[in-house]
């Protein structure tokens, strides 16, 4: 009896981790044309004094140039994590525990490239300082900023993503509960995501061109985690 009831409290807590995970899915897709809106009216600034003039005109289109919403995107991507984790770990325990772990690293590394609030503080800092001296060492302060920003921690994040994405799409390919056309949809953002947005011309377009696959995969592996929640009830 004792280990019946044992077994069941356990699937209600995988179940909730798909709901959750589902959830989250669909949140990050209604996150997507928000920042694609930002980012087209509000095109970041080529330059670290660019960035200190936008936080002085509205700071926070500023934090929003440098982020803002992956800050918060990022951090519903573990959940939905979890929940992929939670339905296919039956099927492939090991390739999903080396994905999630991947993933999770990746997501952990790229909270070390945000900056937002940092060059927020470095500009105030600038534009009330008086001394021209003390300016010059803000600006440099500033540009070593942006250079973290771009540099090798959002490099690392996004291409553990990519693997990740990619460890999961070839499980599903086994599993009942996902269609082929998920994993495949999964698949294609995560070849596409394997070069970093940040290497030149090249990135910027396999960017772009992961996006669709990656928002029809969201889509449809949110409305299959929520779907398997409600089964199992």
Do not use: H
Request: hydrophobic share 50%.
């Amino acid at each position: 009896m004792e280990e019946t009831e044992y077994k069941s409290n356990e699937e209600l807590n995988w179940n909730k981790l798909y709901k959750v995970g589902g959830v989250a899915a669909i949140v990050i897709v209604l996150i997507i044309p928000i920042q694609l809106v930002i980012f087209t009216l509000f095109p970041p600034p080529e330059t670290t004094m660019g960035f200190f003039e936008l936080f002085r005109k509205n700071w926070l289109i500023g934090l929003l140039s440098l982020d803002l919403l992956y800050y918060i995107n990022n951090g519903i991507l573990i959940l939905v994590y979890l929940g992929l984790f939670a339905a296919l770990r039956k099927v492939n325990f090991t390739n999903m525990l080396i994905a999630t772990i991947i993933g999770l690293t990746g997501i952990a590394v790229y909270y070390v490239s945000a900056v937002g609030f940092e060059v927020l503080s470095i500009s105030k800092q600038y534009f009330s300082a008086e001394s021209m001296e003390y300016k010059q060492q803000l600006l440099a302060v500033g540009q070593g900023l942006i250079a973290r920003y771009k540099g090798t921690a959002f490099d690392v994040y996004y291409v553990f993503n990519a693997i990740t994405l990619i460890l999961i799409s070839m499980t599903m390919y086994k599993s009942r509960d996902f269609k082929r056309s998920s994993a495949t949809w999964g698949l294609i953002a995560g070849i596409f995501m394997i070069i970093p947005s940040t290497a030149g011309t090249l990135g910027l377009i396999c960017s772009l061109l992961s996006l669709v696959p990656w928002i029809v995969f969201s889509v449809l592996i949110g409305r299959r985690l929520i779907q398997m929640a409600k089964r199992q009830v």
